[in-house]
Nanobody, 126 residues
Framework: QVRLVESGGGLVQPGGSLRLSCAASGMPFSSYAMGWFRQAPGKDREFVAAITRAGGNTYYTESVKGRFKISKDNAKNTLYLQMNSLKPEDTALYYC???????????????????WGQGTQVTVSS
């Protein structure tokens, strides 16, 4: 049974930084690309970033490019999201997710992921 557990969220001022972690178990972590998504109140869940299984390629939604960095430590079965220069519009519940296929290029739509963590809240406010 796949289990994904996010941590690292919190309250931060605009311009601040946070590092999210996602500990994975019950799956061959090194065999899958992984993704981060977020959902703000009243909005749909949206793609944030994804990374190929060995970490060689990364993908970002336009609004976080240059500010966020996704990484993957296969030895520790852990996915990370380093978030810098945070803005109030980054406020959301952040989820890590496992795609349903082992495709090299990770998907960007929530429907193509079959395992999710419980989420970690990120609030950017002064």
């Amino acid at each position: 049974q796949v289990r994904l557990v996010e941590s690292g969220g919190g309250l931060v001022q605009p311009g601040g930084s946070l590092r999210l972690s996602c500990a994975a178990s019950g799956m061959p972590f090194s065999s899958y690309a992984m993704g981060w998504f977020r959902q703000a109140p009243g909005k749909d869940r949206e793609f944030v970033a994804a990374i190929t299984r060995a970490g060689g390629n990364t993908y970002y939604t336009e609004s976080v490019k240059g500010r966020f960095k996704i990484s993957k430590d296969n030895a520790k079965n852990t996915l990370y999201l380093q978030m810098n220069s945070l803005k109030p519009e980054d406020t959301a519940l952040y989820y890590c997710a496992k795609p349903s296929s082992r495709a090299y290029v990770p998907a960007r739509t929530p429907g193509e992921y079959d395992a999710w963590g419980q989420g970690t809240q990120v609030t950017v406010s002064s």
